[in-house]
């Protein structure tokens, strides 16, 4: 059973930054692609990054520039640096492991809440 615990939010100021980091177990990391997911008051869950097993990446247009999605297999645990912080980035961030076709695989962990204030 695929197990996410994300870690990292906090309160910062907009411009500022924050690194977010989802330790992962029950599944054979290296292998599997990585998506951080963010999920504001009132709105659905969104697709901000994702890692395939290789290292290749993507990220949604709004954080384009700004975020960084990485992995460190040694220590199955999957980042996100997020810089020039906007008060629209606030929400609670989640990571899962993708499947191939982009389905999510683990069940949701309890997220990390990231606020901007202006």
């Known amino acids: 059973q695929v197990q996410l615990v994300e870690s990292g939010g906090g309160l910062v100021q907009a411009g500022g930054s924050l690194r977010l980091s989802c330790a992962v177990s029950?599944?054979?990391?290296?292998?599997?692609?990585m998506g951080w997911y963010r999920q504001a008051p009132g709105k659905q869950r969104e697709l901000v990054a994702t890692?395939?097993?290789?290292?290749?990446?993507n990220y949604e247009d709004s954080v384009k520039g700004r975020f960084t999605i990485s992995r460190d297999n040694a220590k199955r645990t999957v980042y996100l640096q997020m810089n020039s912080l906007k008060p629209e980035d606030t929400a609670v961030y989640f990571c899962?492991?993708?499947?191939?076709?982009?389905?999510?695989?683990?069940?949701w962990g309890q997220g990390t809440q990231v606020t901007v204030s202006s």
């Open positions: 890692i395939t097993s290789g290292g290749s990446t």
């Open positions: 029950g599944i054979i990391f290296r292998f599997v692609a």
């Open positions: 899962n492991v993708r499947s191939s076709n982009g389905d999510v695989v683990g069940s």
